[in-house]
């Protein structure tokens, strides 16, 4: 199971730490990943992290404010978001999978509940 968490209401131009943890063992073979879904529209892909090299990914939308990154041996995943903007809210969920192409496009077969960001301007 994928615990999200960290969301919360921010103004415009602050930080947030978002965090997924996750229960049981991960390999390193597994992928992670966010998504995000703003109201009224589809569910985006924002990120993903590799868990045995820790390479990271990024949509090009996100790229320069966000930053994922893990930690093994406390099986979290985060999401540094900072310079935040009104369109980034949105509820972001945490997910993963072994296969990487899953990850990215959507359909891994684990998802967290989603955590709430809210940006005021």
């Known amino acids: 199971q994928l615990q999200a968490s960290g969301g919360g209401l921010v103004q415009a131009g602050g930080s947030l730490r978002l965090s997924c943890a996750a229960s049981g063992r991960i390999y390193s073979s597994a992928v992670m990943g966010w998504f995000r879904q703003a109201p009224g529209k589809e569910r985006e892909y924002v990120a993903a992290?590799?868990?045995?090299?820790?390479?990271?990914y990024y949509a090009d939308s996100v790229k320069g404010r966000f930053t994922i990154s893990r930690n093994n041996a406390e099986n979290t995943m985060f999401l540094q978001i900072d310079s935040l903007k009104p369109e980034d809210t949105a509820i972001y969920y945490c997910?993963?999978?072994?296969?990487?192409?899953?990850?990215?496009?959507?359909?891994?077969?684990?998802w967290g509940q989603g955590t709430l960001v809210t940006v005021s301007s």
């Open positions: 997910t993963k999978d072994s296969d990487w192409g899953k990850v990215v496009t959507g359909q891994a077969g684990a």
């Open positions: 992290i590799r868990w045995g090299s820790g390479r990271t």
